[in-house]
């Protein structure tokens, strides 16, 4: 069964560093979004992602966050200058179409850690 | 405002009991909710769904319940397993009519807990 798969699991940072969170959604997806969820809370939406340009993004995705389709596999997430509360758990999803009945398809997460 | 959120963060059953998470929304433009499960250490896992033009939905051992007079939603998990224990989240998809191009709204979530 095809899914989504995240990289790094977990990825440990210094206050002001950038970091890169990579995902490969599924195959014939076409529509792409960040969450976050930082521990013991609930999932926030980041941003939704679609024919190579942003299609919404949430107040949380400030100047410091970016997301790029470098290539037809890749979906990233971009953290410019990380903060200790960037803190969190990172979850990339896909969808194949756009209709508000198309099942958004988890991947397993990246847990960022910013010291 | 955009809220989605949930009456009991913390439900403890007993092994084949019935489960019965409840959530709350506040956009009633809203047409299409969902109810996911999450594992330790993991994303996200769908569940089952419920548009807007229903009351009801039944799965395999899950049923969603949908009333709309009151922006209110439920799961029901039948004969609940140790397998079963997570955090279930509700979550609302917004549409261009309901302020969204299809994100998910979460709720804050409920660890469900089954006990032998």
């Known amino acids: 069964e095809p899914e989504v798969t995240q990289t790094p699991s977990h990825q440990v940072t210094q206050m002001g560093q950038e970091v890169i969170l990579r995902c490969v959604p599924i195959s014939n997806h076409l529509y792409f979004y960040w969450y976050r969820q930082i521990l013991g809370q609930k999932v926030e939406f980041l941003v939704s992602?679609?024919?190579?340009?942003?299609?919404?993004k949430s107040e949380i995705f400030d100047d410091q966050f970016s997301v790029e389709r470098p290539d037809g596999s890749n979906f990233t997430l971009k953290i410019r200058s990380t903060k200790l509360e960037d803190s969190a758990m990172y979850f990339c999803?896909?969808?194949?179409?756009?209709?508000?009945?198309?099942?958004?398809?988890f991947g397993p997460g990246t847990r960022l850690t910013v010291l | 405002g955009e809220s989605v959120g949930l009456h009991l963060p913390t439900l403890s059953v007993q092994e084949g009991d019935n489960s019965i998470i409840n959530c709350a929304y506040s956009?009633?433009?809203?047409?299409?909710f969902i109810w996911y499960k999450q594992e330790s250490g993991k994303g996200p896992q769908f569940i089952i769904d419920?548009?807007?033009?229903?009351d009801k939905r039944q799965g395999q051992r899950v049923t969603v319940l949908l009333n709309k007079t009151v922006k209110h939603l439920s799961l029901q998990i039948a004969a609940t397993q140790p397998g079963d224990s997570a955090v279930y989240f509700c979550a609302e998809k917004r549409n261009r009519i309901s302020g969204g191009y299809n994100k998910l709204i979460f709720g804050a979530g409920t660890r469900l807990a089954v006990h032998p």
């Open positions: 956009n009633s433009a809203s047409d299409y």
């Open positions: 999803a896909s969808t194949r179409g756009q209709g508000s009945y198309n099942e958004q398809f």
């Open positions: 992602f679609y024919n190579n340009e942003i299609s919404e």
């Open positions: 419920i548009r807007s033009n229903m």
